[in-house]
């Protein structure tokens, strides 16, 4: 009879949820490690992308000759 005394007792219940609050800063390590990686990439191919860089000194002749014999 001493177990039918206890199951009419209420208990209230708390449940602890843990949110990890301190983790997760793998995911920001990735993203500033990409744009790092993209702006070195734009740095060494900016010549060859037209974004500045060293211009090259293309001679263009005024006219072209053509000799035709028959």
Same mark, same amino acid.
């Given at each position: 009879?001493?177990?039918?005394?206890?199951?009419? $007792? @209420?208990? @209230?219940? %708390? %449940? *602890?949820? @843990? %949110?990890?609050?301190?983790?997760?800063?793998?995911?920001?390590?990735? *993203?500033?490690?990409?744009?790092? *990686?993209?702006? *070195?990439?734009?740095?060494?191919?900016?010549?060859?992308?037209?974004?500045?860089?060293? %211009?090259?000194?293309? /001679?263009?002749?005024?006219?072209?000759? $053509? /000799?035709? /014999?028959?």
């Amino acid at each position: 009879m001493a177990d039918n005394d206890r199951d009419d $007792v @209420e208990r @209230e219940r %708390t %449940t *602890v949820v @843990e %949110t990890g609050g301190g983790g997760g800063g793998g995911g920001v390590l990735a *993203v500033v490690l990409l744009i790092i *990686v993209v702006l *070195v990439l734009l740095y060494i191919f900016r010549a060859d992308l037209g974004l500045g860089g060293k %211009t090259t000194n293309i /001679n263009v002749p005024n006219s072209i000759d $053509v /000799n035709v /014999n028959h």
